[in-house]
DNA sequence: TAACACCCTGTTAT
DNA sequence: AATAACAGGGTGT
C-alpha cells in the first residue's frame, strides 16, 4: 500500500480548493496518492485525449487542454527533489539535519507582477493577512459576521472578472494598468493595505508608465521553462541575469532586497536568488556563525555576505534550499515538529477526473509519532522539542 | 550605520 | 473581561 503525498498550499486556494490560474479556473484536491484537477472555467476544457497530452508546447491555443502542463509547471514538479535533497545534504550537515523533516518543498513558478506585489505587501506583515490583502478567501474563524462579506482585496476591486463558482466571483489578479488610477492608494488604505498601498500604486505607475512593454519579464531567466538543474557555473553573487534583475526591481517604490530576491526567486526563476528575512537572519546566526563582527547587525554587507555564503554552499539552487530550511522553522509549521517524516520516493500519478493521468515523482511521506521519535534520535538533538507547545517556549523565555 | 515611523491584526502579557 | 504591549516572511528616510 502506497502512501504518497503533495503538500498544496496555493496563493488563492479557497476552502472549496478552487482558485484562479492564468485566466482560468481551476478546483484541486489531493488524496494519499493522487493530485486531482478540474477546470471549473472556461467549461468544455476536459476534453483532451488522454495519453497526448504531454508536454506539449505551452503556446498551443486552445485545441489541447495545457491544464496539465499549466500545474505542472506553477507547481514545479519537474526537477527531482530526491536527487536536490542529497546534494544539499552532502555539501551542509545542517541541512541534511534538519531538512528531512521537511520534505516536498518546492519553489513555485508564480506570475512576476503577482508575486512583485504579493511580496511587497509581505513587509513587516504576517501571512494571514497578506493573502487576505492580495487574493484571499480566507475566512478566520474568528471573523465576525459581517467581516465575512468584507473580505476586500486586491483582485476582487481591481482584476478583471474571470466568472462564477458557487456563486462566488473569481477574479484574476489585476494589471499594473488597472492599478494606475488617481484615488487607487486611498482605497487600498481604505482596504486595510495600509502604508504598502502608497508603495502598490507607484509600483503599478512605475511599471506601467515608465517601463517598456512586458519589462519584468525580460528579467526573468531563460531558463524558466525548463527543468534542467546543471550544479556547476554560478559565478559569485549570482548569474549576471540574477543580479541585474535584483537590481532593477530595487528600483521600485517598496522593494528592498528582500522583497527583490523573492520576485527573483518565485517569479522570475532565479533559483540562487537567497531571500533574507528575519526567520532566515535566525538560522544564519544560529547555524551559520553569522551575527558577530563585520556581521553583527543585518545590513545590506550582512544581507550580501548571507546570500553568498548560501550560494557558495548550496549552488545553483541555494534559494530552494534556504526554502527548506526555512519552512523547518516557520512558526506555522510548527505542528509538523512533533511528527517524524519517513522519506522515500515514489511514483504517484496525477489525474484527471476522467481518468487521464501522468506520473511525476514525489515523495513519500509516513508520519510516526513523537514517542517513537524521541527514541530514535536520542542525544539532546534540538530540532525536535523547540516550539513544539506553549509552555515550553513560555519557559524557555522566562529562563533568559 | 543606526534608529525610527509606517498600517493593522492576532497573540500574549498584565 | 478588558486593555496594554508586541511581533509579524521590511522599506524608506
Not at 527514541?375 to 530540532?383: I, M, R
Request: with cysteine; hydrophobic share 35%; glycine share 8%.
Amino acid at each position: 500500500m502506497v502512501s504518497a503525498n503533495i503538500s498544496i498550499s496555493i496563493q488563492g486556494l479557497t476552502r472549496d480548493r478552487s482558485c484562479a490560474l492564468h485566466g482560468r479556473i481551476l478546483s484541486l484536491k489531493q488524496d494519499p496518492t493522487h493530485l486531482h484537477y478540474q477546470t471549473i472555467w472556461p467549461t468544455p476544457y476536459p476534453l483532451s485525449p488522454p495519453s497526448s497530452v504531454k508536454s506539449s508546447a505551452i503556446g498551443t491555443p486552445d485545441v489541447e487542454d495545457d491544464t496539465e502542463s499549466l500545474i505542472h509547471h506553477y507547481l514545479n514538479l519537474g526537477p527531482d527533489l530526491t536527487a536536490l535533497y542529497e546534494h544539499w545534504s552532502s555539501v551542509d550537515l545542517n541541512f541534511k539535519k534538519r531538512a528531512p523533516k521537511f520534505t516536498g518543498v518546492r519553489i513555485l513558478k508564480q506570475d512576476a507582477w503577482e508575486a512583485l506585489v504579493g511580496f511587497i505587501c509581505s513587509s513587516n506583515n504576517n501571512i494571514i493577512r497578506i493573502s487576505q490583502m492580495v487574493r484571499s478567501s480566507h475566512y478566520s474563524k474568528r471573523c465576525s459576521y459581517i467581516k465575512l462579506f468584507q473580505v476586500h482585496n486586491l483582485c476582487l476591486h481591481y482584476g478583471p472578472l474571470i466568472g462564477h463558482i458557487n456563486n462566488q466571483a473569481i477574479h484574476d489578479f489585476p494589471t499594473p494598468e488597472s492599478l494606475t488610477g488617481a484615488g487607487v492608494e486611498s482605497h487600498l488604505r481604505e482596504l486595510g493595505f495600509g502604508y504598502r498601498a502608497g508603495y502598490i500604486a507607484k509600483t503599478a505607475r512605475i511599471v506601467a508608465n515608465e517601463r517598456p512593454e512586458g519589462w519584468l519579464q525580460t528579467l526573468s531567466n531563460p531558463e524558466l521553462f525548463e527543468d534542467g538543474l546543471d550544479q556547476k557555473g554560478l559565478p559569485e553573487g549570482g548569474r549576471e541575469g540574477y543580479r541585474k534583475a535584483h537590481e532593477e526591481l530595487l528600483q521600485l517604490q517598496g522593494v528592498g532586497p528582500k522583497v527583490a530576491d523573492c520576485v527573483c526567486l518565485m517569479g522570475l526563476g532565479w533559483g540562487e536568488s537567497v531571500p533574507v528575512d528575519t526567520h532566515v537572519w535566525q538560522i544564519a546566526q544560529r547555524d551559520y556563525k553569522f551575527g558577530k563582527g563585520k556581521h553583527k547587525s543585518l545590513t545590506k554587507a550582512t544581507y550580501d555576505a548571507i546570500g553568498d555564503h548560501f550560494r557558495n554552499l548550496w549552488g545553483k539552487e541555494a534559494g530552494w534550499a534556504h526554502s527548506v530550511l526555512f519552512a523547518a522553522d516557520l512558526k506555522t509549521f510548527s505542528g509538523r515538529l512533533i511528527t517524524k517524516l519517513e522519506v522515500d520516493v515514489d511514483e504517484v500519478k496525477i489525474k484527471q477526473e476522467d481518468g487521464s493521468a501522468f506520473e511525476s515523482k514525489v515523495i513519500m511521506k509516513r508520519e510516526y509519532a513523537l514517542d517513537e521519535v524521541k527514541e530514535e534520535s536520542g542525544e539532546g538533538k534540538d530540532g525536535i522539542i523547540l516550539e513544539s507547545s506553549r509552555s515550553q517556549r513560555a519557559k524557555r523565555r522566562r529562563t533568559r
